[in-house]
Structures are given as C-alpha cells and as structure tokens.
C-alpha cells in the first residue's frame, strides 16, 4: 500500500510514532494527483514545490496538533493564504486574498499542511459546474458542489479535505464518491473567510475514507471525542423515508434498507420514523429561504460584473420565483418550530436516525450534479449528518446512506458512526 492510500488516522498514526513522514505523505499523494488528475480534474490550484517545503518544515517541527503531517484539500469556495480563491467563477479568476478562512486556520494550527484548493461549482451554489468526474466511472458527476474535495478524497490524492453544504453539497459528493462525510450542527465551524450564498444554510464540513478520520478532524473544531463506548446492539435507530421517498432510486432504496437489515443483524434495534406533517413544508421552506438569501449573497456580482454572472445567479438577485417577505418569513418560522420538535424526538426511544444520502447512484454526465433533495431538510434543521458508504449500486458505482442527529449531538453523532460504519460498510474502497 502506497502512503497515499492509507486513512488520514492511519497516516497519522505513522506521522506520530516516526514511522512516516510528512514529506513522504505528501510526495505520494503528489505522485498519485500527477497519475490521476488529468482525467479525474479534481484540483485547481497545487503547488507541489511549496507543498514539499512545507511538508519539510512539519517532520522538523514537534507535533502541533491532531493533523500534524496531514495534507488536505480546500474547496475553492474557502480562502487561503497561499492559494488563490477563485470560487469557479470568471469573476474572480486571478483572486488571492491573502489569509486564510477560519476553518483553514484551524487546520493549519493543527497541524495539516494545505496541499491545494479543488475544483467546485461556481460559488458553491450554480453556475458553472466543475470540471471533476467521478473516480469510478469517468462519464459520471461527482456530485456537487463540492466535486473536486468528493473526488480527491474518494481517488487517494488526499485523505482529508473540506466540503461546504447549503443543500446537499457535500453528503450527496460522500454518497457518490464511497467515502465518509461530516456535517456538523450549524454554525459548530466559523464560516468567516467561506463564500456564502445562505447565512442561514451554509455549513462547513469535511471528507475523510473512514469515520475516525471524520473524528479526527472534529478534534481539531474542538467536537470532543465521545468517551462512552458505543454498541451497535441495543442502538434505536429511526429509519426515516423522509417526506420525499417518492425521488428515491432503486439503489437508493436497496442501500437503505441494506444498511438497516446490517444493523439489525447486528442487534440495533430499528423502527420506521415518521416525521410529523408539517415538516413536509421544509422542502419549499429551504428553497425560498435558499433562492432569496442568494439574492443578497449575490447582489454585490450582479451590481459589477453583472455579464460574467451565470443566469440563474442572476435570476436569485432578481427574485424570479417571486418569493414575497411573507413567504420568507413563513420558511422561516416554520424552520425555528421543526428544529425543536426534531431534536426532542432523541432520548428515550431514539439514538439516531437512518436515511438516504442521496436518491441513487451518481447520473450520468456533467452537466448537473444530482439531486439533494435527501439533504435540503437535514441542512435546514441545522442538525449534524454523517455520510456512511453502504456499497455498489447495479452500474458498480458506490451508493451510500446518512446518520442524522438532533443538534449540537455532534460528538455522540460520530461516535455512533464509528460503531456503525464497519456494519454499514460492506464494500470498503481499497487502494489500485
């Protein structure tokens, strides 16, 4: 097995007992973009001189953090000292801010080594779509908007890497690439230095290839490590369809109900759940909420290079669904009155929740990135998910699942991930 292939946890068990270096991480996983990116496309900007250098800083310097030695990706959304930040966008095409994002500087203070920034769609919203495909099958998306980081990931280019989420950017990337996700409750990681189209919605999360390193990497966000031994036996989980089953794929549907036969094969204890009817409105909630906080976001593009702005960015300035200040204010209130009834679910009969990470399978072609329509309500309820791959759909491309928390659950979330991902997971990606 090459450096590059190991998990960020495995890499950083190495990096601590002197068994690896940060520079020999760095060097494969350089090794591995020059063999590979030309056809998958997940990366913008690398740097592989500066990476080396800074990589040799690292092994000369004692442990700074639970990433030491780690390299990780960027998504072109996030600003960073030493990269530009382009956001996909003819815009801003030669921008460099000149400091890092908050979450960057986080990692960075723990240790990681940014190895470059990846490829996303335009401003994390719409627009211009990202160059990046699928690694399993190269005439499929990687799903979006966090492309390039699904990718990089999912291909051994880099163990860790970030991903932003304002409907289903970076579980349904996790679902279709075959690798684990985080998204945390809202707001857990500053979103300063992140473009935003949705103060509301925008969440900062991350990929890694197993649970542990989503743990790894919640470390450094100070997320605690949850202490009490989790079993999967004894488990109440919630198999929630969610209100929009009828979008659910054949795939999709085998993958959940796989994921649930495992689990209580294995003596967790599993009940369907169904949501009560009013959070069948948060779907058109999220999309009012999410069509006119893009209005604003993008209000400053639409005003100066108005001709460079994609259509239906402009189309949000605009307000072309007509959303009025009442409807907004109604997604709003609605939004405030389901996140406490979700939440309140937890306790007594329930651990966690069990639903689709995306419809299916990965589509075919680039031109669209899938649908996250299994994502919207989770992403509006500000609850904590996390990406578990089930397996291989019928086309061999991977289908996975999410675990759903109630907020600020965040630490108990992971640690019943990493005691439920060796069940989950039937068909773990292994390095070619």
């Not at 973009?33 to 001189?49: K, N, S």
């Not at 495909?133 to 051994?156: E, I, K, L, M, W």
């Not at 796989?258 to 003596?267: D, F, I, P, V, Y």
Request: with cysteine; charged share 20%; aromatic share 6%.
């Amino acid at each position: 097995m090459q450096p590059c292939q190991l998990t960020a946890s495995a890499a950083a068990g190495l990096i601590k007992e002197r068994k690896l270096s940060c520079e020999e991480l760095v060097r494969s996983c350089l090794g591995r973009i020059q063999m590979r990116d030309g056809e998958v496309r997940a990366w913008l900007h690398v740097d592989p001189e500066l990476a080396i250098r800074n990589a040799r800083e690292l092994d000369k310097s004692s442990p700074r953090g639970v990433l030491h030695g780690l390299p990780l990706g960027v998504k072109d959304v996030i600003d960073t000292a030493d990269f530009p930040t382009t956001q996909n966008s003819p815009i801003y095409a030669s921008m460099r801010v000149g400091r890092d994002a908050a979450c960057v500087a986080v990692a960075r203070g723990s240790g990681a080594l940014v190895l470059g920034k990846t490829d996303t769609v335009e401003f994390a919203s719409s627009g211009r779509k990202a160059l990046t495909r699928n690694p399993f099958n190269f005439a499929h998306t990687p799903g979006g908007s966090s492309s390039g980081s699904g990718a990089a990931v999912a291909d051994f280019m880099v163990p860790l890497a970030f991903g932003t989420q304002t409907g289903g950017s970076l579980i349904r990337p996790a679902a279709f690439n075959g690798i684990y996700g985080m998204k945390p409750s809202w707001n857990v990681v500053s979103r300063e230095g992140v473009r935003m189209s949705s103060v509301t919605l925008d969440t900062v999360g991350w990929y890694g290839r197993c649970a542990e390193d989503l743990a790894l990497m919640a470390a450094a966000f100070r997320i605690p490590d949850f202490r009490q031994t989790i079993a999967v036996r004894g488990l109440r989980v919630g198999l929630c369809r969610s209100p929009v089953w009828s979008k659910i794929e054949p795939a999709g549907a085998t993958a959940l109900d796989a994921a649930a036969k495992r689990l209580s094969a294995e003596g967790a204890l599993i009940d369907e759940l169904v949501l009560p009817e009013h959070f069948n409105r948060l779907i058109e909630a999220h999309a009012a909420i999410s069509h006119r906080e893009g209005g604003a976001s993008f209000l400053p593009e639409y005003l100066n290079a108005h001709d460079m702005l994609a259509e239906d960015l402009q189309a949000k300035v605009e307000n072309a669904l007509n959303i009025s200040d009442a409807e907004l204010l109604q997604s709003y209130a609605l939004a405030d009155a389901c996140r406490p009834v979700f939440d309140a679910l937890f306790g007594s009969s329930l651990d966690v929740v069990l639903t689709p990470g995306a419809p299916g399978e990965a589509p075919a072609g680039l031109h669209g990135t899938g649908d996250s329509i299994f994502n919207r309500m989770w992403t509006l309820l500000h609850v904590p998910c996390v990406a578990v791959p089930v397996g291989r759909g019928p086309t061999r491309l991977p289908v996975g699942v999410q675990l759903v928390g109630s907020r600020m659950s965040d630490a108990r979330l992971l640690a019943i991930a990493r005691a439920m991902a060796p069940v989950i997971d039937a068909d773990p990606i292994s390095g070619e």
